[in-house]
């Protein structure tokens, strides 16, 4: 078995290929977090000169690391529930009933996912500086004018993937429950939901991560009150000084949420992605 | 999925309760929250995109857009002119993007079907290595960005201790967030990001092809290779397809990359589209000239999606 032996070397080396591409990055992240300023200011050593823990301590009061902290979440989680709740009655419509104007819906969802940040958050900024000239209401600058440019990606992309999970469910379900006297809403909320709470909570923390990861608007639409974690990282380097340890400590410690979330749910991530028009 | 007609009787219980509205507006009725939203978040800051790039939009007229002059297509003749320096620096940043954005979907593609060809086949451990490579998809975009920031400092970063200290490849090392290495920076970061999407959604593929196809080919005596091309190929095509438009649009579009690595002045090398929009218009303040160019982009990305989708059929009903 020469053909054998051969698949078995070369799976060892790529696996070993992938292993090392993947890891090289998290490792220096991971031992620079817990090195003294003076190691990551000069070369880069494998091997700390000593381990210290304090750039975990230091990263929360070198910047209002807690309060960006608490601007991404509460930016992420409205932009995600606001999507998720219109993207149920959206798809639901669109995965069990045909009417005039379903296919031009759909387009528009699928094109808008696709177009670029940029192409939205330039008209936005104009649209907030002169709704607040004009009516005095601040959305520039502030939390509710960042979750709905959120909202740009993070609806089409959850009524996309929720139309590909709702097709994957059979309709004699809720049909059943119609027959019984539930109405066409009833069945949603009892039948529908319900068997699709997996698929559900895998768009939420798609467009939750997303979310997570946003700099552009965050770039443009913040201020100091109201920066996200996305921008705030940027104040570990001052003018003069770049807290490397300290950078990597809170880049650690950010991603902490979104990568325990996808890894501890991925099973669901998968079938509702390949759910969401992927399914060949 | 097939095909699904109308049926009349899979809404009968709602034409007894809300004859009010007639069974025929449910569907709208549950559309309403998408639609108002759509309009407001879409479609309106698009028609208005258009509607700036007519005009000369600098700081001067920012909070009321009203009073910007009309200037017709002069932001477009400005941003087309090859010989001007604004019109040259936007094609140099639209074939730079173009190249950017092919290098990483093919490599992404290559390192995705390989990655989920060697984690597919059964053996000890496997769910460790499709965990571990799924990481760099699952950080925060700035936080992978930010990593390879830091390693690709000259004096005090990981990748020149490993190329010069460590393997001797080179003498002396490199500045590559200045200057042309700039580029491969660029692309060496996003590729180590996007790499896993495909690999994840390949894996999944891989998993759905049945098994007795191999094994009916293996006992008619074809070779592993032979198996790849006429089996697994054909079989992962649509996800394929779908995979290489998605990576197309987010590398294409990608702003993150260079705007962490760089800020707000990159190297020429690493001028990627989103980018160069964003400087015109926020940096520069010239808002019309940044409109114009937004709208260019618009229709270049809906030309390549339409011809994608029309020649692969993606997303089309009987795919979805």
Not at chain 1, 233 to 243: E, G, I, W
Not at chain 2, 220 to 236: C, E, H, N, V, Y
């Amino acid at each position: 078995m020469r053909e054998e032996r051969f698949y078995r070397v070369l799976r060892v080396i790529g696996l070993a290929f992938f292993t090392l591409i993947t890891a090289f990055p998290l490792y220096t992240v991971v031992i620079s977090s817990i090195k003294p300023l003076g190691d990551v200011q000069s070369a880069f050593h494998w091997i700390p000169s000593r381990i210290t823990f304090e750039p975990y301590v230091q990263i929360w009061s070198t910047v209002p690391l807690a309060h960006y902290f608490i601007n991404s979440v509460i930016v992420c989680v409205s932009a995600t529930v606001i999507s998720v709740i219109v993207a149920i009655l959206a798809a639901y419509a669109v995965s069990r009933y045909r009417f005039f104007g379903r296919n031009p819906f759909r387009l528009t969802v699928l094109s808008t996912q696709m177009f670029p940040g940029i192409l939205f958050l330039l008209p936005l900024f104009i649209i907030f500086v002169n709704i607040d000239q004009t009516f005095g209401v601040h959305l520039y600058g502030s939390r509710v004018g960042l979750i709905i440019t959120y909202l740009t990606f993070s609806l089409p992309l959850s009524i996309w993937m929720l139309v590909g999970y709702f097709n994957s469910i059979p309709r004699e379900l809720e049909e059943a429950a119609m027959v019984d006297g539930s109405t066409a809403l009833g069945a949603l909320f009892r039948v529908l939901i319900p068997v699709s709470l997996p698929g559900i909570v895998a768009v939420a923390v798609f467009a939750f991560m997303t979310a997570w990861g946003e700099v552009l608007f965050a770039s443009v639409l913040t201020t100091n009150a109201t920066r996200t974690l996305a921008i705030g990282l940027r104040d570990y380097a001052s003018q003069s000084n770049v807290y490397w340890n300290q950078l990597m400590a809170a880049a650690i410690v950010v991603s902490i949420p979104v990568v325990a979330g996808f890894l501890a749910l991925q099973r669901y991530l998968v079938q509702g992605l390949t759910a969401g028009g992927v399914k060949g | 999925m097939s095909e699904r007609k109308s049926e009349p009787g899979a809404t009968p219980a709602v034409g007894r309760r809300r004859r009010w509205l007639g069974p025929q507006m449910f569907p709208y009725l549950l559309l309403v929250p998408a639609i108002v939203f759509e309009l407001l978040i879409h479609i309106v800051p698009m028609v208005f995109g258009v509607v700036i790039s007519f005009l000369k939009l600098t700081a001067l007229y920012i909070r009321n857009w009203s009073q910007a002059p009309f200037v017709g297509f002069e932001n477009f003749r400005i941003g087309l002119e090859p010989r001007g320096a604004i019109g040259s620096a936007l094609v140099h940043s639209f074939l730079i993007t173009l190249a950017y954005t092919m290098l990483v979907v093919a490599g992404s593609w290559v390192f995705g079907v390989a990655a989920a060809l060697l984690v597919n086949s059964e053996f000890r451990g496997r769910g460790w290595f499709r965990t571990l490579f799924l990481i760099p998809y699952t950080l925060p975009i700035y936080v992978a960005v930010i990593a390879w920031e830091f390693m690709l400092q000259q004096n005090t970063g990981s990748i020149n201790t490993l190329l010069v200290d460590d393997l001797h490849i080179l003498k002396n090392p490199p500045f590559w967030l200045i200057g042309g290495k700039a580029f491969w920076s660029l692309v060496m970061t996003a590729l180590w990001r996007s790499w896993p999407f495909a690999f994840l959604l390949i894996l999944a593929a891989l998993q759905n092809i049945p098994q007795d196809l191999y094994e009916a080919a293996a006992v008619d005596g074809a070779s592993k290779w032979r198996q790849f091309r006429s089996i697994t190929l054909p079989q992962i095509r649509p996800v394929s397809a779908v995979v290489v438009l998605v990576l197309f649009l987010w590398t294409f579009n990608d702003f993150n990359t260079p705007y962490i690595l760089f800020g707000q002045s990159p190297p020429a090398a690493a001028d990627l589209l989103s980018l160069h929009i964003y400087i015109n218009s926020f940096v520069d303040l010239n808002f019309g000239l940044g409109a114009a160019m937004s709208t260019l982009l618009l229709l270049f990305l809906f030309i390549v999606s339409v011809v994608y989708v029309r020649l692969l059929r993606v997303g089309s009903e009987e795919n979805a």
